[in-house]
């Protein structure tokens, strides 16, 4: 996996009590927004540890199970952990948590699905978790 894959992901955390979240990089007006991408957002770091250990818990719940044996209600986990995060701000995490449960989606709807896309996702997701619990 390139680099470049993961910039669309990125986000830059400082290890403070109120961290100070930048998303410059979003370039279009996202919904309940309301303006720009560079706007500025205080998220509490404990808000900010409970996000990242959420989703680590769902990407191993995920994983243990197996991505084929995913049922509605691990879809139904992953959809309001996407609403979660993006309502904290993290816009760009949430794509990509909704592109996981997207590719889970997927299973419902065809007979012939394959895993690939819902792994590929539950691979960067945990190594964007990785990397956000280094940086922490």
Not at 44 to 65: C, G, K, P, V
């Amino acid at each position: 996996m390139a680099f470049e894959d993961l910039q669309n992901y990125m986000v830059r955390l400082r290890p403070l009590s109120h961290a100070l979240v930048f998303q410059p990089w979003v370039d279009q007006q996202l919904p309940g927004n309301g303006g720009s991408g560079a706007e500025k957002a205080h998220v509490s770091t404990s808000f900010r540890n409970d996000i990242l250990d959420d989703l680590r818990d769902q990407i191993a719940e995920t994983l243990l199970t197996g991505v084929r044996r995913a049922d509605t209600d691990s879809l139904q986990a992953w959809r309001e952990l996407a609403h979660r995060i993006e309502s904290s701000g993290f816009y760009r995490t949430a794509a990509a948590v909704r592109q996981a449960a997207d590719a889970i989606s997927a299973k419902f709807d065809k007979t012939d699905w394959e895993s690939h896309a819902a792994c590929r996702s539950m691979l960067v997701l945990s190594l964007l978790v990785t990397l956000a619990t280094d940086l922490r």
